[in-house]
């Protein structure tokens, strides 16, 4: 006989679309939304999504563009990739000002983000700007697959074994450091605290990246993973990819050491 188990207290769904929703659609396969994210762009009425400059198509959009109505209002949001703080800010608020607007007009808005929602991602300061200038407006977030764990699964398709942390290590997610001491200090302290690491905007850096792996023999020991879930998608050992700058959709996974006891 079935044990009654205790009545759920609410069968309300955990991610049941609101007005506002920022919403990570992975790292590049359409098939790689959530069934929550899917359904929160079936309902949506304006379709919001990040672009460099005005005039210019997101990656965020291509990747969700398959489950997009033509009925929808498709909205650019520019979040200009400079370092000077100002024109990072105004945009922000911009962003989080024109999707107010939206919801007050009674619409159902998503705000699309690559990967996922608060991982290094643009959807994060949208979210802080909305809760200081709009902080009667409630919003939901969707999780999507980061591009480190999309480049861990990819891996396995070309016969790399590359698990993200077993047992007790660390997996530490973060952007490649500016200068090549930067990186040797990090690896040493990684392999010191037993921890993987998943090294995101590798692209340009890659040329003394790649010296620094050669020179420390840690070629054989990173995952290279360039434009995951794209058609056009490489996924190899780092020892494989020439010294040239490679694009910014670009990541390194770096796994110095094993656990003892493994199948
Ligand atoms: C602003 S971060 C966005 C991270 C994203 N929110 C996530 O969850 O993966 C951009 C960096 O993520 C990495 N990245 C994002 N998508 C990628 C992909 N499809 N393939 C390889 N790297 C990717 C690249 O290193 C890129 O420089």
Redesign the pocket.
């Known amino acids: 006989m079935v044990d009654p188990s205790p009545a759920p207290l609410s069968l309300a769904p955990k991610f049941a679309p609101d007005r506002l929703t920022l919403v990570g659609v992975g790292?590049?396969d359409p098939e790689l939304l959530t069934v929550a994210a899917v359904k929160a762009l079936e309902q949506a009425d304006v379709v919001a999504h990040p672009v460099a400059r005005e005039g210019e198509s997101g990656m965020a959009l291509a990747i969700a563009l398959p489950w997009l109505q033509p009925q929808q209002l498709l909205l650019p949001l520019a979040f200009p990739m400079v370092a000077e703080a100002e024109p990072r800010i105004s945009a922000w608020h911009e962003a989080a000002d024109a999707l107010a607007r939206h919801v007050r007009t009674g619409r159902r808005v998503v705000l699309l983000?690559?990967?996922?929602v608060s991982?290094?991602?643009t959807g994060s300061y949208v979210q802080l700007a909305l809760r200081r200038r709009h902080p009667d407006l409630s919003f939901a977030l969707i999780p999507?697959i980061?591009?480190?764990c999309?480049?861990a699964a990819a891996a396995a398709g070309v016969a790399v074994d590359l698990p993200l942390a077993l047992q007790q290590e660390g997996l530490l997610i973060r952007p490649c450091p500016e200068t090549a001491s930067d990186f040797r200090k990090l690896l040493q302290s990684a392999r010191y605290a037993s921890t993987v690491l998943g090294l995101?905007?590798?692209?340009h850096r890659w040329p003394w990246v790649c010296a620094a792996l050669t020179e420390m023999g840690l070629l054989d020991q990173a995952l290279f993973?360039?434009?995951?879930?794209?058609s056009d998608q490489w996924v190899a050992s780092a020892s494989q990819v020439p010294p040239d700058a490679r694009p910014?959709?670009?990541?390194l996974l770096i796994r110095q050491l094993w656990p003892e006891v493994l199948p």
Do not use: M, N, T
């Open positions: 790292p590049g983000c690559e990967g996922d991982l290094f991602a999507g980061p591009s480190v999309a480049a995101i905007k590798v692209g993973a360039q434009r995951v879930g794209w910014y959709f670009s990541l």
